[in-house]
């Protein structure tokens, strides 16, 4: 696998080269694809985070997974690279924290993509479920999944039409505008990467806020679509998600999420209000979100964070262990309750 130069922007549907992670992929068998993805050591949206920077975002390593259902879908499954894609699942677990430590060079990682279901219909292959395992050096770091579809422009073309339509929605989209929370409030330092309004009380403990879609963002809107992408709706969990934690716990919010669970159920409008909720923080528990518009579900996402003592501690491990005669064994996520925000 080659780390030289990425793989084309338009075979990972991405317009800006910076934001291509992926740089090589190669088929092993019909189900099993090997994927080559060099990480920056500082992303200006991934690593934008009030914590101090000992590990790479896993939601960065999450949208290289990404990348790669587009590769397999062009280059194993032969689908034209015009065709549409919806995101239907995505989950994924960190395994081994210490593998996400930046280092003096740009991270590289080998991603390996297993076919686990193919979804059909009467014209043949339309989506597939892909397991993914992240290694960087000898360790595996993460483990994701997704399931994902596609369909061809026109089919593309009605479907919008018809949601929108539902909805009285007749011109092209455009974001609302809204306030935004305060970037320390949501753990980052850019205004630019706030992508919800400020936090309220839903009355029952839990929290909500409207996303706030921009679509001039380098990353979140790299390119030009006619709805909220999957990704922000996953950033918005996350930010609300940490609001809640702090405002609960009193601290700065510095977690590192090591684990997702998401279902998408329908399109989200731009220019619509989607309002992001989440429960109240429970001690050692996942934080529950759902993405309602207009009352109707668009969207349940659960997300488990590290707290900043596991983060320290990891660290510290891998430290330890890079000195130890080059063992690399590292700290492993705990499989148990995880410690406070």
């Excluded at 992408?229 to 996350?238: F, N, T, V």
Aim: glycine share 10%; net charge neutral; with cysteine.
């Amino acid at each position: 696998m080659q780390f030289a130069r990425t793989l084309p922007k338009e075979l990972v549907h991405r317009a800006a080269i910076a934001e291509v992670f992926l740089t090589d992929a190669e088929r092993r068998s019909e189900d099993e694809v090997l994927l080559a993805a060099q990480l920056p050591r500082r992303h200006p949206f991934y690593d934008d985070t009030l914590a101090p920077h000992t590990h790479h975002d896993p939601f960065m390593l999450l949208e290289a997974c990404r990348q790669g259902i587009f590769v397999v879908a062009h280059r194993c499954f032969d689908v034209p690279l015009g065709h549409k894609f919806l995101l239907r699942t995505v989950g994924f677990e960190v395994l081994d924290p210490a593998a996400l430590t930046p280092g003096d060079t740009p991270t590289e990682a080998v991603i390996g993509a297993r076919v686990q279901r193919r979804f059909s219909c009467r014209s043949g292959t339309t989506g597939l479920r892909l397991a993914f395992t992240v290694a960087v050096g000898a360790r595996r770091a993460m483990t994701a999944r997704i399931d994902y579809s596609w369909m061809g422009p026109r089919d593309w073309t009605r479907l919008r039409a018809k949601q929108r339509g539902a909805f009285g929605l007749f011109q092209p989209p455009a974001a609302l505008r809204g306030p935004r929370a305060e970037p320390g409030l949501v753990g980052r330092r850019d205004p630019a990467n706030v992508v919800v309004s400020p936090p309220h009380s839903t009355g029952d403990g839990g929290r909500a806020a409207r996303l706030v879609a921009q679509t001039t963002h380098p990353t979140l809107y790299d390119h030009w679509v006619d709805h909220v992408p999957g990704m922000l709706e996953l950033e918005a969990c996350r930010q609300l998600a940490l609001a809640a934690a702090t405002e609960d716990a009193g601290h700065t919010p510095t977690a590192l999420p090591v684990s997702l669970s998401a279902r998408f159920r329908r399109f989200a409008e731009m220019d619509l209000p989607l309002l992001c909720r989440t429960g109240a923080p429970a001690p050692g528990e996942d934080a529950d979100c759902a993405l309602l518009q207009l009352g109707t579900p668009v969207a349940e996402v659960r997300i488990g964070f590290a707290g900043r003592d596991t983060a320290e501690a990891d660290l510290v491990g891998a430290a330890s262990a890079s000195a130890g005669a080059g063992e690399g064994t590292g700290l492993r996520a705990g499989t148990g309750g995880r410690p406070l925000l």
